[in-house]
């Protein structure tokens, strides 16, 4: 059995369950689930429509690296999202089955364990992901804290730094002088960024879209992206987590190596769900219907949060991230027990690190139910953080 096996932690919803077992909820009221981001949007019907349009592609085997029309229009839509230079499709875009199995497999391939030295600088709060990927590559994991700068971290050893904007849970998003920073600490310490954008098409204010990692480093003049590859998925973008369909982009000889290891890994995208996400990656219509939604809950619910509870409006996402007058797993515990309501605690998302766990006296909510569900799911919560 691989010993690195016994490095990983348990995961957030596995914490949630052992947290909530034994635990009765309130069966006056209905049940609303806000802890899981899983997209609850329809699928657009051009998605579904291109999707069952190809099925004949069932018969046969897809390529690692997919079809030249899927890579094309991913660099096209790259092209137009992030006023980039033309990319060249063959060389700067992968498809990937999800982002989640391109992240974890992404530092398998760049991690260099022989020095026993290898570090992995992850944010914190953030995607376990990073951290499980970092551990079964043989690496040790390095946690940046919320507000910490990136000068605050020993880069020493550092081979990869996972970087989420807008970030999971908080919602920020990285800046351009933040990105000027980190490609200087980069430069200067030689590891590679992997910039996990899966979050990059939900933002509220039409006339600033987030600033992408590629984007930044072509406006601070650093052709090729040396050392930087990013990460995105139709699963938030388009609703359509269940076609497990993204891309990775970036450095060509980052991407060379890493579809050599697709390559074994047996990882390649089925041809009826590329056709499908060729439709989902050239049309914007449904993306900015699908913000309006989102953007319609923020609307209903900002206002219903009162002290004790304290939050703001994201940057960018659809999470959240709300400040509790207690123990972040007592008052989740509580919530669904007194209430019905299931949330993450703040502190299972986070490591206590540099003196502190970012995460604690926080709830992460994903507001992915119907409106009406949110705006009840929010109200229930003041009501307990009142009677506290």
Known sequence: MNPLLGRLQPYPFEKLRALVAGVTPNPALRPINLSIGEPKHPTPALIKSALAGALDGLSGYPATAGAPALREAIAAWLVRRHALPALDAATQVLPVNGSREALFAFAQTVIDPSGGEARVACPNPFYQIYEGAALLAGAQPVYL??????????????????????????????????WQRLFELSDRHDFVIAADECYSELYYDESRPPLGALQAAQRLGRAGFRRLVCFSSLSKRSNAPGMRSGFVAGDAALLQRFLLYRTYHGSAMSLPVQQASIAAWGDEAHVRANRQLYAEKYRAVLPLVASPLATSMPDGGFYLWLRTPVDDATFARELQRQYNVLVLPGSYLARDAHGANPGRNHLRLALVAPLAECVEAVQRIGQLARGL
Do not use: H, I, K
């Open 145 to 178: 804290n919320d507000g910490m700068t990136f000068e605050a971290l020993d880069w020493r050893g550092v081979q990869l730094a996972y970087v989420c904007s807008p970030g999971n849970p908080t919602g920020r998003v990285l800046r351009l002088d933040d």
